[in-house]
C-alpha cells in the first residue's frame, strides 16, 4: 500500500511498489491530464511535481513518492482560479495539438517556484527536456515570462 499526498490529498494506493507513477496517476487515481509520451523519460509529457520537484512520471516508481507530495496538472490551479501559467498558456495560444502542454507547464511551473524573474537562457535550458513536436518554442517562453511577471505582482 503507497501512501502520499496527490493533489494536496493524503491516498493510499494498493499498487505494486515498482509500478510507474504515471500509472498509478492515470489509471488508479484516475487523473488524465498527465500524459504518456514515450515511456523513457525522454520528452516531458508525463511531467509531474514530487515534493515540489518537476520529475518524469514514466520511469519514477510509485516506491519513490512513498510518503511524499505529488502534483499534477490537476492541482496546479485551485478551484477560484487557474494558475497564472494556465492563464498565459490561454491568452498566447500556447497549444498546437496540446498534447505535451501538461508536461510543458508542469516543468514551466518547478522552473518559476525557484525562480521568479528567469533569463531566456534559463527558460531554454529548465524547458530541454519537454518536447513540443507542433514546434510552439516561442509561445511557451513568452508564455512562461508572462506568468513570471503574473506571479511577480502577486507577491509584491
Known amino acids: 500500500m ?13 499498487v505494486d511498489p515498482s509500478m510507474p507513477l504515471l500509472y498509478a496517476i492515470r489509471d488508479i487515481a484516475e487523473l488524465t491530464g498527465t500524459k504518456f509520451g514515450c515511456g523513457l523519460g525522454l520528452c516531458g509529457a508525463c511531467t509531474i511535481h514530487l515534493d515540489g520537484n518537476a520529475i518524469r512520471s514514466c520511469v519514477t516508481p510509485i516506491s519513490a513518492a ?6 499534477t ?6 478551484e477560484q482560479a487557474l494558475h497564472p501559467l494556465q492563464e498565459a498558456w490561454v491568452a498566447n495560444n500556447v497549444p498546437q495539438c496540446g498534447y505535451c502542454q501538461s508536461g510543458q507547464i508542469m516543468s514551466a511551473a518547478a522552473l518559476l517556484e525557484k525562480n521568479g524573474s528567469p533569463s531566456d537562457a534559463e527558460i531554454e535550458t529548465a524547458m530541454q527536456g519537454n518536447i513540443c513536436r507542433c514546434g510552439t518554442y516561442p509561445r511557451i517562453k513568452k508564455a512562461i515570462k508572462e506568468a513570471a511577471d503574473s506571479l511577480a505582482k502577486v507577491k509584491s
Open 73 to 78: 496538472i490537476e492541482g496546479l490551479a485551485t
Open 66 to 71: 512513498e510518503g511524499k507530495s505529488i502534483t
Open 2 to 14: 503507497a501512501k502520499l499526498t496527490l493533489n494536496g490529498k493524503a491516498i493510499s494506493l494498493d
